[in-house]
């Protein structure tokens, strides 16, 4: 089984300035990872994901994130955020074999301050 | 691709009454998964199916809940009767696995359930 941990509930930023949001992730076998934004009112909507190769991920709205397998984390980090970038941020992780089920942390609030 | 249909996007029932949540997921995509989510708990995946058939109810959380999907593009959650514990937003999602790769889930966009 699989076990996800964030380790901030919500991290208040200045807008421009860069953001970390911690992910650690537990699991006997090899995993996919993910990031998921949900905005107010709205669905989950895929961030970026990491399957196999490159440990450094890039993906929408100049987000990106590396995957180290010897600190089972998964942190998400963006150089430099902007308002509309407060939202709720989830890490999900899934084992590579056997059921696709996605198991969520329990989010961070990323919230931007002019 | 309209992507994952949830329906109605919100619900207000008075309790005890039956509560029925509609999905329509993504063509192709061949597992489908229903979650809950609260202030207090987060994300809960309820259950979930492939080609159709359910595969892990183990988060149903009593017998007041079912869920079935008579064919691939067609879902329903219902809840009876219905509590005031029960108001949560409720999620669908699907997904592929195409190749033995997880490409993620998408998600629809949500019903708002309210029981007074």
């Known amino acids: 089984a699989q076990s996800v941990t964030q380790l901030d509930s919500q991290v208040p930023v200045f807008e421009e300035a860069p953001v970390e949001l911690r992910c650690n992730y537990s699991s006997s076998v090899s995993v996919y990872l993910f990031w998921y934004v949900q905005y107010p009112n709205q669905g989950l909507q895929l961030l970026l994901k990491y399957l196999s190769g490159s440990t450094l991920v890039k993906g929408i709205n100049g987000f990106e994130a590396e995957f180290n397998k010897s600190q089972t984390s998964f942190h998400l980090r963006k150089p430099s955020v902007h308002i509309s970038d407060t939202a709720e941020y989830f890490c999900a992780v899934s084992g590579v074999m056997g059921a696709q089920k996605l198991v969520f942390g329990q989010g961070t609030r990323l919230t931007i301050n002019p | 691709d309209a992507g994952v249909i949830q329906s109605p996007r919100h619900e207000v029932t008075e309790m005890g009454q039956e509560v029925t949540l509609r999905c329509k997921p993504i063509?192709?995509?061949?597992?489908l998964f229903w979650y809950r989510q609260t202030m207090m708990r987060g994300l809960e995946l309820l259950i979930y199916f492939n080609n159709n058939v359910p595969i892990d109810d183990s988060g149903m959380p009593e017998d007041r809940f079912s869920a079935k999907m008579p064919n691939a593009s067609f879902s329903t959650l219902k809840i009876q009767p219905s509590e005031p514990r029960d108001s949560a937003v409720y999620f669908c999602a699907s997904s592929s696995w195409t190749g033995g790769f997880s490409y993620g889930y998408t998600f629809g966009s949500g019903t708002r359930l309210t029981v007074v």
């Open positions: 063509s192709g995509h061949d597992y």
